[in-house]
């Protein structure tokens, strides 16, 4: 459908005359069986001065470059979709081809390397489709780019010749940017930069850039979270606008705000989180009430401070979550508020919403109702520490013996929420998280395991009960505007695949085409004892499709819950900011205004879409940039250790080798298939293996295997492992020979083929040796 929209009265401050509004052209060429030149609008719309001439041409370029209209080697303008063009974003790939992501969903494009000199990755374009490449891959053709990339790039910038160019750390950027001198602001040879692109790529001369800031050394302590935010564009700077707003709030409760709220400051709430937490956004408290429980989980009344449309609020709204790096965090709300404020530190006032909520003895939530109100956490307890009560540390017991009935509460409230998680079989994951830790020059010193104590799912269960009781009142409410947290069943493709994954493992699993959680959580029971359970895990994760934001309730797959939402933590995610303020706006319908209810706001459903898809997209933008430092220190960690040997396991299989993941520190490097056995080696994909064709030997997901670090490279974030031994966790490291092998022995490669093999590893060898002399990365290959 063509995009339309009314933009004459936006429009007409640019104009001194009166011309056709976009909506009217699209109309008029709409109307049209083919494409109409600029002299027949002139004459359809009558216009007869000369300055209505120049604003209509203004115009029309403007939506071409939205993307509105397409300007034909004719010389007359027509709508894209007539023409079969797809609007979509380029993503680029290390290799030098790339894709186009339409707008309008749908499988993504193949753009071949020639067509990816023209433009950036980022950038946004109109795709011609052109049928399927050699390998069934739908090919696209660029007609125009309508949209640059936004945002800056950051590279390594080197000097050679007299030639000075910056390197883009995105590898998905495959072009060089060419600096001139005067445009260098000061860097030198191996400085870590961020460039702004002056002069667009073509197929004859690479972009051209401005160094915009010099961020520092290529090794320098943090810069691969200066890089990671930068790279991902991840507001990290607070508006003028914001530091005003910030002038006016104090460093205690106003007196004003106490007005219309439940007064709990008696009421013993504690917050348990993380040794390193910072800001608390939830307290707790469980009394037993008859057979059953009654729970408070009082969560940081942010939208009392943070108002619809203020400085504050569009901030907050573009950040749409905090990113937590190691050591390092961007958050969503400025300091003096999440950290301040709005955070639940112990022995002070603060302002809070409640869901309070009964639970019977079978765990199921009876009744919960919400209101405003202000309250004092009792103490400020870590997870380790609520563990170690629970075991019996008798020093604990005494320091916290004023919150002890509470604490023990908890547990027993927890016990029965375990007991109906279970029965409703929501899939309970155990996967291996690591931390690092930093010495005092912010150098890693060892990458450990983080394990999960009893205190984590007491709290995990809190939070789980008063997410469900909020979307059931969002539910049972209509036009009550906010987002439900959705989580859907597993697509055909992905289940399928991890189908095969089991399969070859020896592993079942029930629900045929539309497998329930319950299904998936015996799958689980069945691998718990086994030592490939952490992968099997992670396969299962794969399967599943993400978690996303949407004003329209899908339940939640991996809980098992029909309904599900955001709660409680406003301080770092604005969608539970945006449940925030609908259960106010419902609390104020009912009751009436109200100092307490201050922060209301109702969100109409267009709204909400666009909020769902925004906070979505964060989210992953988050997920994204904290993966990649991740993957930085890894690799800076590992070279210390080249050379060293370490267990692991296969974690995934290619057709270009294999990728295992240590033990204990959840890294992952790659064993090429040119370092496996003196062998060829082909891959099944759909069994995700690697088979020797003479030796038939199998490397299968699973495998443990001993390996020695190789090599690190540190600006592609890889990992070169050597394989020492591996060994099946089925026993079985051989592929039996089908009838035909036995009848005829493997083919042996032609010396053509081998011939081919070694130049290839020749030149790739050479290629390594040239980079580490000039001490940069090397280009990255064009695939033909």
Not at 365 to 386: E, I, Q
Request: hydrophobic share 35%.
């Amino acid at each position: 459908m063509t995009q339309k929209d009314n933009n004459s009265a936006a429009d007409a401050p640019e104009y001194e005359v009166e011309i056709p509004s976009r909506e009217q052209l699209l109309d008029a060429v709409e109307a049209r069986l083919k494409p109409i030149s600029f002299e027949e609008l002139i004459e359809k719309f009558n216009l007869t001065d000369e300055r209505q001439h120049i604003g209509m041409k203004r115009r029309l370029r403007a939506m071409e470059r939205d993307g509105q209209l397409i300007y034909t080697k004719a010389n007359a303008y027509g709508l894209p979709e007539r023409m079969s063009l797809i609007k979509g974003r380029i993503i680029g790939h290390r290799d030098g081809f790339g894709f186009c992501r339409p707008d309008e969903g749908g499988s993504d494009l193949f753009i071949p390397h020639h067509q990816m000199y023209n433009v950036l990755h980022g950038d946004k374009v109109l795709v011609q489709q052109q049928g399927t490449d050699s390998k069934g891959r739908i090919e696209g053709r660029i007609v125009r780019v309508i949209e640059p990339r936004q945002g800056d790039i950051v590279g390594r910038y080197f000097v050679e010749h007299n030639i000075a160019t910056v390197v883009p750390d995105d590898s998905r950027i495959c072009q060089d940017i060419l600096i001139p001198q005067e445009q260098s602001a000061g860097a030198r040879h191996g400085q870590i930069v961020v460039v702004e692109v002056t002069k667009r790529p073509s197929r004859r001369s690479s972009p051209i850039g401005k160094v915009t800031k010099v961020l520092g050394e290529h090794m320098a302590p943090g810069m691969e979270i200066e890089i990671a935010i930068r790279e991902h564009d991840i507001p990290n700077q607070w508006s003028p606008a914001v530091e005003k707003e910030l002038e006016r709030f104090g460093e205690t409760v106003p007196p004003e705000a106490y007005e219309g709220r439940t007064d709990l400051r008696e009421l013993p709430l504690i917050t348990i989180d993380g040794d390193d937490s910072r800001d608390f956004d939830d307290a707790v408290c469980a009394q037993p009430q008859g057979d059953g429980w009654r729970l408070w989980v009082a969560i940081a009344d942010v939208s009392y401070y943070v108002r619809p449309n203020t400085a504050l609020d569009k901030d907050a709204l573009e950040r749409g979550n905090s990113v937590y790096f190691p050591n390092f965090v961007v958050p969503m709300l400025p300091e003096k508020l999440s950290n301040g404020l709005c955070s639940l530190n112990p022995d002070v006032d603060r302002l809070c919403m409640v869901a309070e909520m009964d639970i019977n003895a079978k765990g199921k939530l009876t009744h919960s109702k919400f209101y405003p109100a202000v309250m004092k956490s009792h103490a400020r307890l870590t997870y380790t520490k609520v563990a170690a009560i629970l075991e019996g540390d008798p020093k604990l017991r005494k320091d916290y013996d004023h919150v002890m009935g509470n604490i023990e509460h908890l547990h027993g409230l927890f016990k029965i929420l375990k007991k109906a998680r279970q029965q409703r079989a929501a899939i309970e994951f155990e996967t291996l998280e690591t931390r690092f830790i930093f010495n005092a020059q912010r150098k890693i010193e060892s990458i450990e395991p983080v394990r999960r104590n009893v205190a984590h799912t007491i709290i995990e269960e809190c939070m789980i009960m008063a997410n469900v009781s909020t979307a059931r009142l969002i539910e049972a409410h209509e036009q009550a505007g906010a987002l439900f947290r959705i989580h859907e069943p597993p697509a055909a493709e992905r289940l399928s695949a991890f189908r095969s994954f089991l399969g070859e493992l020896g592993i079942t699993m029930t629900g045929g085409d539309d497998p329930s959680p319950h299904d998936y959580s015996e799958v689980l029971k069945q691998v718990a004892e086994r030592p490939d359970a952490e992968l099997i895990q992670t396969m299962l994760l794969r399967s599943m499709q993400q978690a996303v934001y949407s004003p329209d309730n899908a339940g939640h797959f991996g809980l098992a819950l029909d309904e599900y939402a955001h709660f409680t933590s406003p301080i770092r995610r604005y969608p539970d900011l945006v449940l925030h303020r609908a259960i106010k706006a419902l609390l104020k319908k009912q009751q009436g205004p109200s100092p307490a209810l201050e922060g209301a706001w109702m969100y109409p459903d267009e709204q909400l879409d666009e909020l769902g898809a925004h906070c979505s997209m964060t989210e992953r933008r988050a997920d994204d940039a904290t993966r990649q430092v991740d993957e930085w220190l890894k690799c800076e960690y590992m070279r210390d250790h080249v050379g060293s040997e370490f267990t692991g396991v296969i974690a995934a299989v290619t057709n270009f080798g294999l990728f295992v993941r240590i033990d204990n520190m959840q890294i992952d490097g790659l064993v090429h298939i040119s370092n496996l056995d003196n062998d060829y080696y082909q891959f099944d994909g759909a069994r995700q293996l690697l088979i020797g064709e003479n030796s038939r030997r199998v490397y299968r997901l699973g495998d443990k295997v001993r390996i020695r670090v190789k090599s690190v490279n540190l600006d592609e974030r890889k990992i070169d492992l050597e394989l020492l031994s591996a060994e099946s966790p089925t026993g079985k490291d051989r592929m039996p020979a089908s009838k035909r092998d036995k009848e005829k022995p493997a083919k042996e490669p032609s010396k053509k083929h081998k011939k081919n093999v070694t130049k290839a590893r020749i030149k790739s060898k050479r290629k390594a040796k040239e980079a580490a002399r000039k001490g940069r990365k090397p280009k990255a290959k064009k695939n033909s």
